[in-house]
């Protein structure tokens, strides 16, 4: 388990992106050549967990998004006006450094983008995440993630549920 907390910040020129390895290169590469275009852009928002002034320990990044009313289980469903489409908050990427994983560093980031999107002040219904295989999946379903229908590694945790 983490010892001290990771300051969260948003990645910036001083920040060595240069070598992250979390060990999926398309996540690395993301990292490096990508998110500063999707941060200027306004395609996605970055943030970083930093073990120093410079290192990135792990990071994430949240979008817009909207989820299809009926893709959620009736449960869900029934609290929410019906609308064809709720919105929603995805998180795109979640990557964590080889140097810590297995520390609970994953699972700290998760609550962080959980408490961005519960404190936004732009509605959602929402955090999304289309986890890249199996072993994601699990990790997000032992956060009380929830599959939506018929997609098994898309899930969602309603913003509702968590405090902010």
Avoid: W
Avoid at 67 to 76: E, F, G, H, K, R
Avoid at 88 to 96: D, F, N, S, T
Avoid at 135 to 162: E, I, S
């Amino acid at each position: 388990m983490i010892g001290a907390p990771f300051p969260i910040a948003m990645p910036d020129a001083v920040h060595d992106r240069s070598q992250f390895p979390c060990g999926t290169p398309a996540l690395d590469r993301y990292l490096r050549e990508q998110v500063s275009q999707d941060i200027r852009r306004r395609a996605a928002a970055c943030f970083v967990a930093l073990s120093d002034a410079r290192r990135i320990a792990g990071y994430y990044s949240l979008s817009t998004a909207s989820v299809p009313l009926a893709n959620l289980p009736d449960p869900v469903r029934r609290k929410l006006p019906r609308y064809a489409t709720v919105p929603a908050i995805r998180m795109g990427r979640l990557a964590v450094d080889v140097q810590f994983k297995g520390d609970g560093l994953g699972g700290a980031l998760m609550v962080n983008a959980l408490r961005r999107a519960a404190s936004s002040e732009i509605a959602a219904v929402v955090l999304g995440v289309n986890a890249k295989d199996e072993r994601a999946a699990t990790f997000y379903r032992h956060h009380g993630f929830l599959r939506l229908r018929d997609t098994p590694l898309t899930l969602f945790l309603p913003v509702a549920t968590v405090a902010p």
